[in-house]
């Protein structure tokens, strides 16, 4: 049984800072942290950054040098460092995971809630 946890969001005002982290658990071994999306309200989730397997990291335009991803691969950790947060950040952030032991297996954490207002 595989689990991918978010954690770290919060109310913050704008311009502050979050981190999200990303966990799994179960069989990670075979799993393989890929990237971070959100979903605001009534908006289709979309991508925000990702380190595709033997890619490059890719990250939106509206996040490009204001948020970082990044990884600690001994402990299966992801995170995404996010600075400058400005109300239209507000939204649930997920992370995304694959199962290298699967084709086309992907597994979605609940997601963690982001707002950003004054």
């Known amino acids: 049984q595989v689990q991918v946890v978010e954690s770290g969001g919060g109310l913050v005002q704008p311009g502050g800072s979050l981190r999200l982290s990303c966990a799994a658990s179960g069989s990670v071994f075979r799993i393989y942290l890929v990237g971070w999306y959100r979903q605001a309200p009534g908006k289709p989730r979309e991508l925000v950054a990702a380190v595709p397997r033997g890619g490059r990291t890719i990250y939106a335009h509206s996040v490009k040098g204001r948020f970082t991803i990044s990884r600690d691969n001994a402990k299966n950790i992801m995170y995404l460092q996010m600075n400058n947060l400005q109300p239209e950040d507000t939204a649930v952030y997920y992370c995304?995971?694959?199962?290298?032991?699967?084709?086309?297996?992907?597994?979605w954490g609940k997601g963690a809630l982001v707002t950003v207002s004054s």
């Open positions: 995304n995971s694959e199962d290298l032991s699967k084709a086309g297996m992907e597994y």
